[in-house]
């Protein structure tokens, strides 16, 4: 079972920057797709941003050019730096990690932009 814990959510104002952070568990963290999904009141929930164990990343079209996800192995984190955010950011964010069979999601932290 691999735990994972997110931190860093806030509240922001437009145009705002924040970083979040999620920590893994477990030993085989360098193997894990690690993606980033949201979901605001009332919506479905989307995938954000991923990086595969090489380090691919790929992202949602309305965050291309702000978000950038990266990822320490040393560290067992993945992290999503977030800039130029914008209101329609506003969601729960929440941490994914995928190996095998196994599909494994953090609590979430809430990010809220607004003035």
């Known amino acids: 079972q691999v735990q994972l814990v997110e931190s860093g959510g806030g509240l922001v104002q437009p145009g705002g920057s924040l970083r979040l952070s999620c920590a893994a568990s477990?030993?085989?963290?360098?193997?894990?797709?690690m993606s980033w999904y949201r979901q605001a009141p009332g919506k479905q929930r989307e995938l954000v941003a991923a990086?595969?164990?090489?380090?691919?990343?790929n992202y949602a079209d309305s965050v291309k050019g702000r978000f950038t996800i990266s990822r320490d192995n040393s560290k067992n984190t993945v992290y999503l730096q977030m800039n130029s955010l914008k209101p329609e950011d506003t969601a729960v964010y929440c941490c994914?990690?995928?190996w095998g069979t196994g599909n494994w999601w953090g609590q979430g932290t809430q990010v809220t932009v607004s003035s």
């Open positions: 990086i595969t164990a090489s380090g691919t990343t």
């Open positions: 477990g030993s085989s963290f360098s193997f894990y797709l």
């Open positions: 994914n990690a995928r």
